[in-house]
């Protein structure tokens, strides 16, 4: 496609469950970042990969959090036992590292833990 | 790490005024500061950007301001349009690495 894609659009998860997170970047895109946006708030930072090296897991809240990207192409943001407070938008968004350093957004994924 | 304030949180003009949303970073090795436009459910997009070797950048009726020396850098929109109100965040990051947002400006241009 020509975007940044993610999946599902939405989602509904019964507190404690597990839940995986997909994002399609756009093709030959080097650079790709998780960020968690709640209501009304900006993206928060959650990491960064570099072809498959994840280089920054910083922002990642707990060991709940972890994410892939075993190919350098699809990445995924899996959280285990999910609680009521992961509930936001979870955007991903790629760049390509040469020359323009513009970021894309996907539509984001959001996620409501009940 | 890097740490992005963004003022003010909600700004409301009349059509045809000019707005000006501010943002501080702490990180002096950011290199790159995008501002991006987020209307209600859709996705963050690019409306303009400014690398740290060029202190000022006009695209239309949009322009981003820079003072490396004093680590902020300004968005400003002039001639406002009903059409430009959304939220918008500022960003820094260095060699695009852990790009970091602002926490939002909520634009409302009142026709």
């Known amino acids: 496609g020509a975007g940044v894609s993610q999946s599902p659009r939405y989602k509904v998860a019964k507190r404690g469950q597990d839940v995986a997170l997909r994002c399609d970047p756009i093709s030959g895109h080097v650079s790709l970042f998780w960020y968690q946006q709640a209501l009304g708030q900006g993206p928060e930072f959650l990491t960064y990969f570099q072809n498959e090296a994840q280089l920054d897991k910083s922002g990642l809240p707990s060991d709940r959090f972890f994410a892939e990207r075993p190919e350098g192409s699809v990445s995924t943001l899996k959280i285990q036992r999910t609680q009521q407070e992961d509930s936001a938008v979870y955007l991903c968004?790629?760049?390509?590292?040469?020359?323009?350093?513009?970021?894309?957004f996907g539509q984001g994924t959001r996620l409501t833990v009940v | 790490g890097e740490n992005v304030e963004q003022h003010p949180s909600t700004l409301s003009v009349q059509e045809g005024d000019s707005a000006v949303i501010k943002c501080t970073y702490s990180d002096s090795a950011s290199d790159y500061f995008p501002w991006y436009k987020q209307e209600l459910g859709k996705r963050p997009q690019l409306i303009i950007d400014?690398?740290?070797?060029?202190g000022e950048k006009k695209d239309q009726r949009i322009a981003v301001t820079l003072n490396k020396t004093a680590k902020h850098f300004s968005l400003h929109i002039t001639e406002t349009q009903p059409e430009d109100s959304a939220v918008y965040f500022c960003a820094a990051s260095k060699n695009n690495n852990d790009m970091r947002f602002g926490a939002g400006t909520r634009l409302t241009v009142k026709p």
């Open positions: 968004a790629s760049s390509i590292r040469t020359g323009t350093t513009e970021a894309f």
């Open positions: 400014i690398r740290s070797n060029v």
